[in-house]
């Protein structure tokens, strides 16, 4: 019987029992005789051919329409578990998890309703409503279709600021004619709707990246790139919430006053870049608001005071969880009310007094026009990049952690359905934060009720007690902003970088914080998706090839000394073959990495190396074409010798898993190019799943049967007898007329018979 792993003798012995029946069966089974590698031995008798599809049918029992009703029951059943998980894990939910849950669920809201409150009004520059509606609908959604058990769905630092970006670059694009489609942001209700309509967009997106599988694009972002990005964001977070820390923010409304606070300064340019803004927020440190400085200075010492103590006090648990974020709003709250400081031109959130916050006509759905879609299309693909990919790495470390599998292509599409349905409820852009899954994981969470229950608890805080943050300081909010920006100021990649020496690498992380800081957080996103998918293309258009030489090692166990094959570049003291090429391709051939194989072996043939500048003289001298001057001859101003001319080559394939039909039609105009120059060309460990393909297109009849070896040593010996028989010059293929008595070992026959009629 043919063996089940290789798939050219199943697909010989198929074609032949349909074409040619079962002579054609059996002349199959005599041609693997003859020829080992392209076959392996295989048995086709009477018995195993009427062993077919028809037979099997026979056999097998009718199906009723009770059991085939069944059958397909059991199919959507496992089908609907898989992409809504809840209606797996809740049936079998444990009440010993409960109470973790539960508390989890109560330490996350401490920390999300702040952080919702903070994002929306000081990074999106929309109420700060929307920050809850942001840190509850979502997660809600992601509860019910996520895998990832400590997932810390909802608004996060660096996309709220992109979102940010986007609504402030917006009014921007209005074009000269006024079109009514591009009226200025300036509307609170305009921001949302932007706001709304980015969501969309980016919960659509997200959705079909799983929708097509393409979860392993998190893997195409270079991590240099991407840490050099996350650095700049940290800076540019803290440099544009200086001005909110330092009170150089017009207090307006506030107090029952119109205007009692504000700085007669020139406008910034439209559009600044961080570096801009960071010098004219120096420029007005003398207008520093003392009391609202304060506030800020102490917010933050507490904050990281805090850390630096749950660090130090691990093992006191109750310490681990105290909700310091949410103590020090209720404590700023209190204080500010009862002093009345927002009388003192302390700036407050003032949600109570904002009009445009007062309804709620939700859901509803986002209006999208063709207009504003094309402008806002790129922010959408930007966020959608940068959001996934943080939030696979979550996943990824919490599935790891806990044992658990979370798939890639399953989060794409709830964190993608949690977005389009959080649009709908007024919603920005949600993904998950490291920081909330760690607080979640710390806290106990054992399955998704945990988040489940936190956003249920949300949603009571936005519905009752939003009022009770109306004297809540900006300044404590921009505190928990820059707080959780220092979060991602993380140097051990550099450190590793440097401790590497890789200074590529540390090159692009300096170009893309540079761009960042001095240009601004679009053109940093831009620089480090564009340079990684360059970086992508120039690794995967290029082969992987290897020159080979020879040298000598000794066996530990026999004492003997043996011949191995090994890279050239490995050691000095690996040994080039005289007037041959072997070259080792290391990878599967296809359409993206064969465009630019021609040229590399030519490169490898002239110059004997890949790393020799092109302007350099040529090492090696190409073998005259018949009728012709090759390249690198004496007509060419060459050296005018064949003295070390490449006259043979040989590829080892024992690192080529598959080949296409784009990289086979290459490697057959490579061996033409090859034979019409008269070298001679071998290959060596030709897997099975490539031996048709070299049949069907043609490279086995041009190459020959004897060209085929399973060891590199048996080739060079093959073409040492071949050079002894024929002199100086080698052949592609004997003569016609002539018999090849040379097999791979030097001795005995090697025939490989191809079929005449091939599909």
Same mark, same amino acid.
């Given at each position: 019987?043919?063996?089940?792993?290789?798939?050219?003798?199943?697909?010989?012995?198929?074609?032949?029992?349909?074409?040619?029946?079962?002579?054609?069966?059996?002349?199959?089974?005599?041609?693997?005789?003859?020829?080992?590698?392209?076959h392996?031995?295989?048995?086709?008798?009477?018995?195993?051919?009427?062993?077919?599809?028809?037979?099997?049918?026979?056999?097998?029992?009718?199906?009723?329409?009770?059991?085939?009703?069944?059958?397909?029951?059991?199919?959507?059943?496992?089908r609907?578990?898989?992409?809504?998980?809840?209606?797996?894990?809740?049936?079998?939910?444990?009440?010993?998890?409960?109470?973790?849950?539960?508390?989890?669920?109560?330490?996350?809201?401490?920390?999300?309703? $702040?952080?919702?409150? &903070?994002?929306?009004?000081?990074?999106?520059?929309? $109420?700060?409503?929307?920050g809850l509606?942001?840190?509850?609908?979502?997660?809600?959604?992601?509860?019910?279709?996520?895998?990832?058990?400590?997932?810390?769905?909802? $608004?996060e630092?660096?996309?709220?600021?992109?979102v940010?970006?986007?609504?402030?670059?917006?009014?921007?694009?209005?074009?000269?004619?006024?079109?009514?489609?591009?009226?200025?942001?300036?509307?609170?209700?305009?921001?949302?709707?932007?706001?709304?309509?980015?969501?969309?967009?980016?919960?659509?997106?997200?959705?079909?990246?799983?929708?097509?599988?393409?979860?392993?694009?998190?893997?195409?972002?270079?991590r240099?790139?991407?840490?050099?990005?996350?650095?700049?964001?940290?800076?540019?977070?803290?440099?544009?919430?200086?001005?909110?820390?330092?009170?150089?923010?017009?207090v307006?409304?506030?107090?029952?006053?119109? &205007?009692?606070?504000?700085?007669?300064?020139?406008?910034?340019? #439209?559009?600044?870049?961080?570096?801009?803004?960071?010098?004219?927020?120096?420029?007005?440190?003398?207008?520093?608001?003392?009391?609202?400085?304060?506030?800020?200075?102490?917010?933050?010492?507490?904050?990281?005071?805090?850390?630096?103590?749950?660090?130090?006090?691990?093992?006191?648990?109750?310490?681990?969880?105290?909700?310091?974020?949410?103590?020090?709003?209720?404590?700023?709250?209190?204080?500010?009310?009862t002093?009345?400081?927002?009388?003192?031109?302390?700036?407050?959130?003032?949600?109570?007094?904002?009009?445009?916050?007062?309804?709620?006509?939700?859901p509803?759905?986002?209006?999208?026009?063709?207009?504003?879609?094309?402008?806002?299309?790129?922010?959408?693909?930007?966020?959608?990049?940068?959001?996934?990919?943080?939030?696979?790495?979550?996943?990824?470390?919490?599935?790891?952690?806990?044992?658990?599998?979370?798939?890639?292509?399953? #989060?794409?599409?709830?964190?993608?359905?949690?977005?389009?349905?959080? &649009?709908?409820?007024?919603?920005?852009?949600?993904?998950?934060?490291?920081?909330?899954?760690?607080?979640?994981?710390?806290?106990?969470?054992?399955?998704?009720?945990?988040?489940?229950?936190?956003?249920?608890?949300?949603?009571c805080?936005?519905?009752?007690?939003?009022?009770?943050?109306?004297?809540?300081?900006?300044?404590?909010?921009?505190?928990?902003?820059?707080?959780?920006?220092?979060?991602?100021?993380?140097?051990?990649?550099?450190?590793?970088?440097?401790?590497?020496?890789?200074?590529?690498?540390?090159g692009?992380?300096?170009?893309?914080?540079?761009?960042?800081?001095?240009?601004?957080?679009?053109?940093?996103?831009?620089?480090?998706?564009?340079?990684?998918?360059?970086?992508?293309?120039k690794?995967?258009?290029k082969?992987?090839?290897?020159?080979?030489?020879?040298?000598?090692?000794?066996?530990?166990?026999?004492?003997?000394?043996?011949?191995?094959?090994?890279?050239?570049?490995? &050691?000095?003291?690996?040994?080039?073959?005289?007037?041959?090429?072997?070259?080792?391709?290391?990878?599967?051939?296809?359409?993206?990495?064969?465009?630019?194989?021609?040229?590399?072996?030519?490169?490898?043939?002239?110059?004997?190396?890949?790393?020799?500048?092109?302007?350099?003289?040529?090492?090696?001298?190409?073998?005259?074409?018949?009728?012709?001057?090759?390249?690198?001859?004496?007509?060419?101003?060459g050296?005018?010798?064949?003295?070390?001319?490449?006259?043979?080559?040989?590829?080892?394939?024992?690192?080529?898993?598959?080949?296409?039909?784009?990289?086979?039609?290459?490697?057959?105009?490579?061996?033409?190019?090859?034979?019409?120059?008269?070298?001679?060309?071998?290959?060596?460990?030709?897997?099975?799943?490539?031996?048709?393909?070299?049949?069907?297109?043609?490279?086995?009849?041009?190459?020959?049967?004897g060209?085929?070896?399973?060891?590199?040593?048996?080739?060079?010996?093959?073409?040492?007898?071949?050079?002894?028989?024929?002199?100086?010059?080698?052949?592609?293929?004997?003569?016609?007329?002539?018999?090849?008595?040379?097999?791979?070992?030097?001795?005995?026959?090697?025939?490989?018979?191809?079929p005449?009629?091939?599909?």
């Amino acid at each position: 019987m043919a063996q089940p792993d290789e798939e050219v003798n199943a697909e010989w012995d198929t074609h032949a029992s349909l074409t040619l029946g079962r002579a054609a069966g059996r002349r199959a089974a005599a041609l693997a005789e003859q020829a080992p590698l392209l076959h392996s031995e295989v048995d086709i008798t009477e018995e195993d051919d009427s062993f077919n599809q028809r037979s099997i049918q026979a056999r097998r029992p009718p199906e009723d329409s009770a059991a085939k009703l069944a059958r397909y029951r059991r199919m959507f059943s496992t089908r609907l578990r898989y992409y809504v998980p809840i209606i797996g894990w809740l049936p079998k939910y444990k009440l010993a998890y409960l109470q973790t849950d539960i508390i989890a669920a109560v330490t996350v809201t401490f920390l999300l309703v $702040p952080q919702g409150l &903070s994002y929306a009004p000081q990074l999106v520059d929309i $109420p700060a409503i929307h920050g809850l509606y942001t840190a509850s609908i979502p997660l809600l959604v992601y509860a019910l279709l996520g895998t990832s058990r400590q997932f810390g769905m909802g $608004p996060e630092a660096l996309i709220s600021i992109l979102v940010g970006a986007t609504i402030k670059e917006f009014p921007r694009a209005k074009p000269k004619d006024g079109d009514s489609a591009f009226a200025a942001a300036d509307d609170v209700k305009d921001k949302i709707a932007i706001a709304t309509m980015l969501n969309l967009l980016v919960g659509l997106m997200t959705f079909l990246l799983g929708f097509f599988r393409l979860g392993f694009l998190d893997s195409v972002l270079s991590r240099a790139l991407l840490r050099g990005f996350i650095l700049a964001v940290a800076l540019v977070v803290m440099i544009d919430m200086s001005p909110v820390l330092l009170g150089l923010v017009p207090v307006v409304g506030q107090c029952n006053s119109t &205007s009692t606070f504000t700085v007669e300064t020139p406008p910034l340019a #439209e559009n600044p870049s961080p570096a801009t803004k960071l010098i004219d927020t120096l420029s007005k440190l003398g207008q520093t608001h003392a009391l609202t400085a304060a506030i800020s200075a102490v917010s933050i010492a507490f904050l990281l005071g805090m850390r630096v103590i749950k660090q130090r006090y691990q093992r006191i648990r109750a310490l681990q969880f105290m909700p310091e974020i949410l103590v020090l709003v209720v404590v700023s709250t209190i204080i500010v009310q009862t002093l009345r400081w927002d009388c003192k031109n302390v700036a407050i959130l003032g949600y109570a007094k904002g009009d445009a916050n007062a309804t709620y006509d939700y859901p509803k759905i986002p209006r999208l026009t063709l207009t504003k879609v094309r402008y806002i299309l790129l922010s959408a693909i930007l966020i959608s990049i940068i959001g996934f990919v943080e939030s696979i790495v979550i996943a990824k470390t919490y599935a790891t952690k806990h044992g658990y599998s979370a798939s890639p292509n399953r #989060e794409l599409v709830a964190i993608g359905t949690s977005n389009i349905i959080g &649009s709908f409820f007024g919603a920005y852009p949600a993904f998950g934060s490291l920081g909330r899954s760690a607080v979640n994981d710390a806290a106990g969470a054992k399955t998704q009720l945990a988040g489940l229950l936190t956003g249920i608890l949300v949603i009571c805080v936005t519905i009752w007690l939003l009022p009770f943050f109306e004297f809540l300081p900006k300044a404590v909010c921009s505190s928990i902003i820059v707080v959780a920006a220092l979060k991602l100021v993380e140097l051990e990649d550099v450190r590793f970088i440097l401790r590497l020496r890789a200074w590529k690498d540390l090159g692009l992380l300096g170009v893309t914080f540079l761009t960042t800081v001095f240009v601004g957080i679009e053109a940093g996103v831009l620089l480090s998706v564009g340079i990684s998918l360059l970086l992508v293309m120039k690794h995967t258009t290029k082969t992987r090839v290897a020159i080979l030489g020879r040298t000598l090692v000794v066996d530990p166990r026999t004492g003997q000394v043996k011949t191995k094959f090994r890279s050239v570049t490995d &050691s000095s003291s690996v040994e080039r073959i005289e007037g041959a090429l072997i070259i080792r391709i290391e990878e599967g051939l296809f359409f993206g990495n064969t465009g630019q194989l021609k040229d590399r072996l030519k490169r490898i043939e002239v110059y004997g190396d890949l790393k020799v500048h092109p302007g350099e003289e040529p090492k090696r001298v190409a073998v005259a074409v018949a009728g012709g001057d090759a390249p690198g001859s004496g007509a060419d101003g060459g050296e005018g010798s064949d003295d070390g001319a490449v006259r043979a080559v040989i590829f080892d394939f024992g690192g080529v898993t598959n080949i296409d039909a784009s990289a086979a039609q290459i490697l057959l105009e490579i061996v033409e190019e090859y034979h019409h120059r008269r070298i001679t060309v071998c290959f060596v460990k030709l897997r099975e799943r490539c031996k048709l393909k070299f049949l069907r297109s043609g490279i086995y009849d041009l190459v020959g049967p004897g060209h085929f070896f399973r060891k590199i040593r048996e080739a060079i010996e093959y073409l040492r007898n071949h050079d002894q028989l024929r002199g100086d010059v080698f052949y592609a293929e004997a003569p016609s007329g002539s018999t090849d008595t040379t097999n791979g070992q030097g001795n005995g026959r090697y025939d490989w018979t191809v079929p005449d009629q091939r599909r």
